[in-house]
């Protein structure tokens, strides 16, 4: 349990502050949560959610009283976020962010706040290709990797420690890296591959005469998922990261380059060499815990702590003949919100019982569908 903070404000209730704050509640965390989002959509599910405990109605209110602000909104908000906060935080309160590149926010930040600030960097390695608080998830960086950044002239171990502990609490493991190395990993095992799925996306247009669409199958599926992200999200990320994304384009180039000429040659031994490295290195990523669990359709049920919970679910489910494939009691501490996690055969049954629960009142249900892919590793 994480004690350091009493007051977390966030600002930017979407996907990430939603999960975030969802995740927070459901670690146990008995401080307040101001929320702030510009969007009333996003504000009237963040309530239903009861996702935070006061919602700012301006930047001065969201942030003079909190001792942690977390920023998740898209980057292009944050240099007029960083402006308008600057003159309301408090000496000692630790300013954190969620984005996607990091030499970009700390130059703002270096901008705009001032010098004495005690700003860190971050950006958890989980996410989706959906937006918005609706498709947020208590669990999403249950086992993720999170980055932690902090410019060179900073040394803020005090305030490192405190904020590894909410990291720690929301399931996720801290890395410490710094501004350059995380610019340049993320370049490659993110935005890359982001760009190569909108790539592949736009080749189905690219000859026109031939309709593609209708026989795609899961590889298509699977190496492109994340090309129905938030395009505004994108451009900013691949803008603000531009030089480390343009030298993996240039690494790209030669690779495709290479691999045109071996086709022209017909040399398929180096053909085969390269089909098997490709597959090693796929390979050798360790898996997940999430992806080395058998059930692929999976429902999350925040409960409460008291008898006859579980009774309760499985009677739901028996009333409608929804079969259970597997259940397991998460986050079990003594008076905390625990999560009840069922899987189910397929993902027809799975919204069934989505549907079941959410009728019932259980507001905190959510499904995992990342799943899927992990299914046909
Ligand atoms: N989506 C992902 O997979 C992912 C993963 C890790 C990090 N990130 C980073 O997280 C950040 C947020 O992404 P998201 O996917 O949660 O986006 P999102 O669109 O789901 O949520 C962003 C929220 O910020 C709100 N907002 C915008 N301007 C605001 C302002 N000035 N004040 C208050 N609220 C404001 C929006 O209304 C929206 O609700 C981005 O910077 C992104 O780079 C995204
Ligand atoms: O899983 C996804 O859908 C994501 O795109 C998440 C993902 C990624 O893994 O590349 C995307 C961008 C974020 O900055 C962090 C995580």
Known sequence: ????????????????????????????FKGQII??????????????????DI????????VEHADLIIIATPLRYYESIFKEMSTHIKGDTII???????????????????????????????????SGISASNPYMFENAYYFLTLDKQDVLSEELDKLKKVIEAIGAYPVVTSLQKHDKIVARIS???????????????FDKNISYIPYVGGGFRDT???????????????LSNKEELISSIESCEILI????????????????????????????????????????????????????????????????????KDIEILHAREDEQGAIKIGF?????????????????????????????????
């Not at 963040?46 to 996702?51: G, S, T, Y």
């Not at 492109?224 to 691949?238: C, E, K, L, V, Y």
């Open 1 to 28: 349990m994480m004690n350091d903070f009493k007051k977390i404000s966030i600002i930017g209730l979407g996907l990430i502050g939603g999960s975030i704050a969802l995740a927070l509640k459901n670690s146990g």
């Open 35 to 52: 929320g702030r989002d510009l969007n009333s959509d996003n504000i009237k599910v963040a309530k239903e959610l009861q996702v935070v």
């Open 55 to 62: 919602f700012a109605d301006s930047i001065k209110e969201s």
């Open 96 to 130: 954190t962010d969620v984005g996607s590149v990091k030499g970009y926010v700390h130059k703002l930040a270096n901008t705009y706040l001032p010098a004495n600030t005690k700003f860190i960097g971050g950006h958890p390695m989980a996410g989706s290709e959906k």
């Open 191 to 205: 935005h890359t591959p982001h760009l190569m799925a909108v790539i592949l996306a736009n080749l189905l247009d």
């Open 224 to 238: 492109t998922r994340i090309a129905s992200g938030n395009p505004d999200m994108w451009r900013d990320i691949f």
């Open 257 to 324: 380059k290479e691999f045109k000429d071996l086709l022209v040659k017909d040399d398929s031994r180096t053909m085969d060499e390269l089909l098997r490295k490709a597959k090693l290195i796929r390979e050798s990523i360790p898996k997940h815990r999430k992806d080395s669990m058998p059930q692929v359709f999976e429902v999350f049920i925040g409960v409460e702590d008291k008898p006859g919970m579980l009774g309760d679910l499985t009677r739901l489910l028996g009333e409608q003949k929804i079969n259970i």
């Open 345 to 377: 055969k397929n993902k027809e049954e799975q919204m069934k019982a989505y549907t079941v629960f959410k009728n019932a009142n259980y507001h905190l249900t959510f499904i995992r569908e990342e799943n899927e892919s992990a299914n046909n590793e």
